[in-house]
């Protein structure tokens, strides 16, 4: 099993540009969620998905944007990037939500201009 | 709303010192109770968890206790290695959200 994957490592973008952020998992868990961890802040959720079709807010969800077609896929979109949207971007997965166990995948770097 | 709140690092230690970093938490209800651990370039991988009152969650020597009466969830370990460095979580599981505290940065040194 490969676990959580999360495409790609690296990013820099212009204030303005949009881009999808990847993440895939193939343990067949329902839950799947987004967070970004900066400094001093730990992690905070920006959206969570409880099953294919179906998405939630979390904390932070202004300017980013998911979608849930496959119980596989959660990719998370900017819309139009700001600085202050700078960070260091992890999805995570689980089987029934938080209560059990989160798998992270590697994480993407995210640098807006 | 839901917070955890975790003692400001780096804390820094020598081999086979004992290590304590401390949680403390803010939920309505009896949330769940975890600790998750960042190695350098990585992900963040479950450590332990408690679910209940006076739980112990252990793994890999460390130890936390789900304190209700104090809202705390202090981590321990008794002898912690130069493999122990790196980034520690506590968080607190309600509803269909995991919330974190800010983290504590372990730095071991031989």
């Known amino acids: 099993n490969a676990g959580v994957t999360q495409t790609p490592k690296f990013q820099v973008l212009k204030t303005g540009q949009s881009m999808t952020l990847q993440c895939a998992q193939d343990?067949?868990?329902?839950?799947m969620s987004w967070y970004r961890q900066d400094p001093g802040m730990g992690l905070r959720l920006i959206h969570y998905?409880?099953?294919?079709?179906?998405?939630d807010q979390g904390e932070v969800p202004n300017g980013y944007n998911v979608s849930r077609s496959t119980t596989e896929d959660f990719p998370l979109r900017l819309l139009s990037a700001a600085p202050s949207q700078t960070s260091v971007y992890f999805c995570a997965s689980s089987a029934s939500g938080p209560r059990n166990e989160q798998f992270f995948g590697p994480g993407t770097r995210l640098t807006v201009l | 709303g839901d917070s955890v709140t975790q003692m400001e690092g780096p804390v820094t230690l020598s081999e086979e010192a004992f290590l304590t970093i401390n949680c403390t938490y803010t939920?309505?209800?009896?949330?769940?109770l975890f600790w998750y651990v960042q190695y350098p370039g990585e992900g963040l991988q479950l450590l332990l968890k408690?679910?209940?009152?006076?739980d112990k969650g252990s793994n890999k020597g460390f130890e936390a206790t789900y304190r209700k009466e104090t809202t705390s969830f202090h981590l321990e370990k008794g002898s912690v290695q130069v493999s122990d460095s790196a980034v520690y979580f506590c968080?607190?599981?309600?509803?269909?959200?995991?919330?974190f505290g800010g983290g504590t940065r372990l730095m071991v040194k031989p």
């Open positions: 939920a309505t209800g009896y949330p769940s």
């Open positions: 968080a607190l599981h309600a509803g269909n959200m995991l919330t």
């Open positions: 998905s409880v099953g294919a079709g179906i998405t």
């Open positions: 343990m067949n868990h329902e839950y």
């Open positions: 408690a679910t209940k009152a006076d």
